[in-house]
């Protein structure tokens, strides 16, 4: 069993993973009208995985015997400045919701929550990886500059990465 304040908490995380899920699809959505597909890819696949995060903390309040209440997602800017613009804020964002998982993780170690303590523990360590594939793309941006070229060999490149629906599922 968890807390109602555990509850409450695990219920917001799943709205701030469906909130990312949004927040990368309207990036998407404008690196697809601006004829950047690859990188739109990218962002669809990383889209899919928040839904497959948000899943996850669904899947965990039940199996808690809790109840999951879903609550209105926020909508997320249309517009961006550039590609690597996107990523920035990309970057920024997964920087926030590293500290939510912290957060959620200092709440179970205050309760003494140890069940979901080890539960997060899967998320400690996506977001170490969710930090870095963002900053290694924001790396190769700086590389290239303004070069056209370094642009459009890049978009392909994020272009060949597939949806791995199986990829929050590996414990
Ligand atoms: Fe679900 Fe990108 O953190």
Redesign the pocket.
């Known amino acids: 069993m968890i807390s109602s304040a555990m509850e409450k908490a695990l219920n917001d995380q799943i709205n701030k993973?469906l909130y990312?899920a949004y927040y990368y699809y309207a990036m998407a959505a404008y690196l697809d009208v601006e004829g950047f597909e690859g990188m739109a890819n990218f962002m669809k696949a990383?889209a899919m995985?928040?839904t497959a995060?948000a899943q996850k903390f669904y899947d965990y309040v039940n199996e808690q015997g809790g109840r999951v209440i879903l609550e209105a997602i926020d909508k997320p800017p249309a517009e961006y400045d550039s590609p690597k613009h996107i990523f920035e804020l990309g970057l920024e964002h997964?920087k926030f919701?590293t500290s939510r998982i912290h957060s959620l993780v200092s709440l179970a170690l205050d309760e003494k929550d140890y069940a979901t303590k080890q539960f997060l523990d899967w998320f400690v360590k996506?977001?170490v990886e969710?930090e870095a594939t963002m900053d290694n793309i924001l790396n190769k941006f700086k590389m290239i500059g303004s070069g056209g070229h370094g642009l459009y060999m890049l978009d392909a490149k994020l272009g060949e990465r597939k949806p791995a629906s199986s990829e929050s599922d590996e414990d």
């Open positions: 993973e990312s990383q995985e928040e995060h997964e919701v996506e977001q969710e």
